[in-house]
C-alpha cells in the first residue's frame, strides 16, 4: 500500500493502517525525538504525543505540499520543543559570555549512531536544540528565533558555540583513534 493509501485508511480510522503507519515511520520519529530529548522515556512520551497529534491533525495533510515524512517530522518537533518548554526550560535564558572561537573541520572514519547521540545530549538543551534545528532539521536562523523566541544572534552564537564543543569532542575520537 502507498503512502497516499495509508493516510486516507488512517482517515478512516482504520486501526490497522493506524498502526502501519507508527511502523513505517515510529523509528524515524524516536530518532528525532532522541536528537532533543536525553531521557529514553520521555523521548517514548514525546513519539507518543506527536503520533497522537499526527492521527488529529492527519486531515490537515497536502501531499502536494510536501511529504508526510517531512510533515511528521514537523509535528514530532514542535512536540520536542514543548516537552522542553513544559519542563520549565526557557529557550530565553542566554549566557551572555560569549567568546569568538574557531571551529574546524575534524576528519574521523566511522561512528556510530550511539557515538553521535551521546556527543549531542553533551550539550546544553539551547545548543542541542539549535543545533537540532539549524544543522540537522534545515531551519534558518530566523525560523529558529521565532520557533524559540530569541534574537537571531542568540540562535547563532549558541550554534557555533555548540559546533565548537562537538568539533572538540569529535577531535578527542580522532586523537584516541590514533
Known sequence: MNIQQLVERCLQQDRKAQKELVVQFGGYLMTICRRYIHDAHYCEDVCQNAFINVFRKLHQYDASRGALRSWMCKITIHCALE??????F???ELDK????????EV???HLYQEDLLKMLHSLNVMQRTIFNLHEIEGYAHAEIATMLNLKESTC???????????SLKLQALRDEAI
Open 107 to 109: 576528519p574521523l572514519g
Open 90 to 92: 526557557k529557550f530565553d
Open 156 to 166: 547563532r552564537s549558541h550554534l557555533h558555540r555548540a559546533k565548537k564543543i562537538l
Open 83 to 88: 516537552f522542553l518548554r513544559s519542563k520549565h
Open 97 to 104: 559570555t560569549i567568546e569568538p572561537i574557531s571551529t574546524g
